[in-house]
């Protein structure tokens, strides 16, 4: 049955506005999850299309196959990350707890800050024997966010729904908000480049690059001897998203650590190999990465929408931030009747 056609004055303008209001309520504490699905749903399209055929086009067949395999590359991954937040935490916890700066510095070059060090990480073949490694802190952190479980056993449904969704009806979501969006056709277009294009640039120019730093700064630790080599890479991680100094935040206190426990050697090779090696990862790799993922935003100003959606809304900020200013320079932009 074809819906009614319905003058447009028949509805209140005040009644839409709050109508849209109430959905956005309703619809808002899983926004993030939504933005991610459609970024995934996006870079997981080639492979759906590589699909249809041997589907013999049939696209939730493909779309279940494509889910499959990303929940194979990133179900493991997510195990691992979890073991090391959860090493991280107590890592740093450990920390908080010294009273005076020479004492960080030892913890950090002795290991004693975590309650264990990498090695039942490392010494873990698999899922399971990671599981009842990290067991006991597992089950003290799940007590803490045990109010938060809900939401993220509801946010991941949300995350794999709505990635099967774009994968399935993407094109016909996109003509439906293009034939009802209140603009028209090339700025809805303009706009949703700009939404693509912060996924993509955050995920090359800040997560790529920061991913590649850690990675040199985890081989080094290792290397060294450092203890908790895999908690402190993800903390240079985290801290990579500040430019040129980020991760020095994490390597010099441990190079410092090293000198003072009388590792003067240790110190040295990780000082020369923090300047020379890390710091240069990000110097080369950063403007490769951010030239790959064109985000039409300056470092500077990422980096500031990180940290102010950080403050206001959490950890989610990471994501929403810089999309948030992204789409406000394209607003400006195409409100001064600029092409971006």
């Known amino acids: 049955m ?7 004055e028949a509805i209140p303008r005040w009644l839409v506005g709050l109508l849209c209001a109430a959905a956005v309520v309703v619809l808002g504490p899983f926004a993030p999850w939504v933005v991610l699905a459609v970024w995934l749903g996006l870079w997981a399209t080639r492979l759906h299309v590589r699909l249809l055929r041997p589907c013999h086009g049939r696209r939730g067949v493909a779309a279940s196959i494509t889910l499959l395999v990303l929940g194979m590359g990133l179900v493991p991954v997510a195990a691992v990350m979890t073991s090391l937040v959860v090493d991280a935490i107590s890592l740093v916890q450990g920390l908080v707890h010294s009273d005076q700066v020479q004492q960080v510095l030892v913890k950090l070059a002795r290991g ?16 399971a024997g990671l599981l009842s ?13 045990a109010g938060a479980t809900a939401h ?10 709505g990635i099967y969704g774009v994968l399935v009806d993407g094109a016909s979501w996109y003509a439906w908000v293009e034939r009802h969006a209140p603009m028209d056709a090339v700025t809805t277009k303009r706009f949703a480049d700009a939404f693509v294009e912060t996924g993509r640039g955050m995920a090359f120019g800040v997560l790529g690059a920061g991913m590649l730093q850690s ?11 450092v203890p908790a080599a895999l908690p402190l890479g993800l903390l240079t991680l985290v801290f990579s998203v500040i430019p040129t100094v980020g991760t020095a935040i994490v390597w010099v206190p441990v190079a410092l650590g090293l000198a003072i426990t009388g590792r003067t050697e240790a110190a040295i ?6 300047v020379g090696v890390i710091g240069t990862v990000d110097n080369l790799a950063r403007p490769y990465l951010a030239r790959r993922g064109q985000l039409q935003l300056p470092t500077y100003v990422v980096l500031l929408a990180m940290f102010g959606g ?3 809304i959490g950890a989610w900020g990471l994501v929403l931030g810089p999309l948030a200013v992204r789409l406000a320079k394209e607003a400006v932009l195409v409100a001064s009747n600029r092409p971006s």
């Open 269 to 274: 090779a990780l000082s020369v190999l923090g």
């Open 112 to 127: 004693d800050a975590a309650d264990t060090t990498q090695e039942g990480l490392t010494s873990t073949s698999s899922l």
């Open 310 to 312: 950080i403050e206001l």
């Open 215 to 225: 990675i040199v700064a985890t081989i080094t630790y290792l290397i060294l001897g």
């Open 152 to 161: 993220v056993v509801i946010g991941m449904f949300v995350l794999i729904a």
């Open 2 to 8: 074809l819906p009614l056609q319905v003058p447009s």
């Open 133 to 145: 490694h990290q067991g006991e802190r597992a089950w003290e952190i799940a007590q803490q966010v």
